[in-house]
């Protein structure tokens, strides 16, 4: 993740990360990026089963729940090791996980457990009551996914009605007290649609929106022609930047990120030398912490049914199951060398990824969407957007 607003607008210095000793377990949510130990995060997508029928949808997801989900004491038997062995964040995805009627008590024993406990949903299933349950359990946040307004996210989704629901979502969550926020992932059919999301988020008070760069896994693998080109990409970076500063500057600190495009932080930083290069400084003292894209060591996700995956994309490629070895175990002592590549992929990286001079910075971006394209884990990501001069 890029924070623009902690970035560009200045909300986040390197001290905020450095006076907490940059440890996961002590780090507040938003500056664990900048955490030193990168106890990963895990993504935990607790059922296939959809009620929407989404075009992008990573996960593959379906109508029909899958027969080999873990059970509830196996999730509690999960989550007793993700919180021993140091995991600062769940984030229950899916699938929708709310059409799980265990979502909240397994959310609730993460909590109950130190973990901090999120969840990724289309918004749809939460009413006023699936709200203050959420409240209740000490959820720390909801992430409600949303593509453009109500015709093109309805498109999207599959399904007619999908934006109002996920309104009433957003109203229900904001009722009880409990922090919510959007998640857009950016292709040629929606790009049009970012100015409104942004109207959307001023006019209903949403305090949190991440903007996702397009991967190619799953139904997304499908869209590999909707991506931008480098030239969009840059000019939508700018707006997201230039939409943020202007929100700030009215007295409105929404946080702003984009997120699965490692580019997008020497961008921020090649830009803020132009016009701020002090705060250029800062801003790669805070790159150089975050570290880049950080699949297989800083994130980490577990499938339906206990397969372990270097990320959420990852799901061609399985490292093991928890049902049979403990995560903690399998995440630090694996024996397949592509999990242990890419906690050390800057020295595997080929091409133009391997002489960028925001190797560092950068991580190497994203190996899924390389493998995608040229069926070279190690290939350069054909999403970066920079250009031959600002990587040398």
């Known amino acids: 993740m890029i924070g623009i607003s902690k970035l560009y607008c200045g909300t986040v210095e390197p ?122 359990i000490g959820l720390s946040y909801v992430g409600i996914s949303l593509d453009g307004t109500k015709p093109i996210n309805d498109q999207f989704r599959g399904v007619q009605g999908a934006f109002d629901a996920a309104m009433k979502g957003v109203e229900n969550c904001q009722h009880v007290g409990i922090k919510v926020g959007f998640r857009f992932t950016i292709n040629n059919m929606n790009i049009k649609e970012i100015p409104a999301i942004f109207d959307i988020l001023e006019q209903m008070d949403v305090p949190r929106i991440c903007f996702y760069h397009l991967v190619y896994a799953g139904r997304g693998s499908t869209l590999v022609e909707q991506d931008l080109s480098h030239a969009e990409k840059r000019k939508t970076v700018d707006y997201i930047i230039d939409r943020t500063q202007k929100m700030h500057d009215n007295g409105k600190d929404r946080e702003v990120l984009t997120v699965d495009n490692h580019a997008d932080g020497p961008y921020i930083y090649l830009r803020l030398l132009k016009e701020d290069p002090e705060r250029a400084r800062e801003v790669l003292t805070l790159l150089k912490m975050n570290e880049g894209n950080n699949s297989g060591r800083g994130i980490g996700c577990i499938s339906w049914n206990g397969d372990i995956h270097a990320d959420q994309f990852w799901r061609h490629k399985s490292f093991g199951n928890v049902c049979q070895t403990p995560f903690s175990e399998l995440w630090t002592n694996n024996p397949d060398p592509i999990l242990n590549q890419l906690k050390e992929k800057k020295k595997h990286v080929k091409g133009r990824c391997s002489q960028c001079k925001w190797l560092d910075v950068c991580g190497g971006n994203f190996r899924v969407r390389a493998e995608a394209v040229t069926g070279d884990i190690w290939a350069p990501d054909p999403a970066c957007y920079l250009t031959d001069e600002e990587i040398h």
């Open 15 to 136: 001290s905020d990360a450095l006076r907490y000793g940059r440890s996961s377990a002590s780090l507040p949510s938003h500056l664990l990026q900048f955490s030193k130990d990168k106890r990963p995060v895990v993504v935990w997508n607790i059922t296939q089963r959809c009620n929407l029928k989404c075009i992008h949808c990573y996960a593959h997801a379906t109508e029909k729940k899958a027969s080999n989900e873990l059970t509830t004491d196996q999730g509690k038997h999960l989550l007793d090791d993700l919180a021993q062995f140091g995991v600062p964040v769940v984030l229950f995805s899916g699938g929708e996980p709310l059409v799980r009627k265990d979502l909240p008590d397994l959310a609730a024993y993460a909590v109950s457990k130190g973990m901090r406990a999120v969840i990724s949903t289309n918004g749809t299933l939460i009413n006023r009551e699936m709200a203050q349950r959420l409240k209740d």
